[in-house]
């Protein structure tokens, strides 16, 4: 079982950058990719970005792609999401999620077994 904390939400204007923490502790060597989610209210959980730990490699949705960028930092069981121009579409709850199977090039909440609480993203225009 893998534990996962998000952190870094906040408030940021259109144009402006956030970046998003997820640290990881318990059984962190079972996790083959790591992901962010996200949930604006009354819509359906949306994948955002993924990272697959051994290749380190990464897949985006399009609606992200070019602004968002996901990374990771093993020593610290770590995954960042760097968000830069924001556009206030881009207000969600935010979810970091852990799979043990990954899939490349999906993003489906289906996939993940591993979700943590979730943090909050404002942008305002």
């Known amino acids: 079982q893998v534990q996962l904390v998000e952190s870094g939400g906040g408030s940021a204007q259109a144009g402006g950058s956030l970046r998003l923490s997820c640290t990881a502790s318990g059984d962190t060597d079972s996790s083959a990719c790591m992901a962010w989610f996200r949930q604006a209210p009354g819509k359906e959980r949306e994948g955002v970005a993924v990272?697959?730990?051994?290749?380190?490699?990464?897949y985006y949705a399009s609606s992200v792609k070019g602004r968002f960028t996901i990374s990771q930092d093993n020593a610290k069981n770590a995954v960042y999401l760097q968000m830069n121009s924001l556009k206030p579409e881009d207000t969600s709850m935010y979810y970091c999620?852990?799979?043990?199977?990954?899939?490349?090039?999906?993003?489906?909440?289906?996939?993940?077994?591993?979700w943590g609480q979730g943090t909050q993203v404002t942008v305002s225009s």
């Open positions: 999620a852990g799979a043990t199977k990954c899939l490349w090039g999906r993003l489906r909440t289906d996939d993940y077994n591993s």
């Open positions: 990272i697959y730990i051994g290749p380190d490699s990464t």
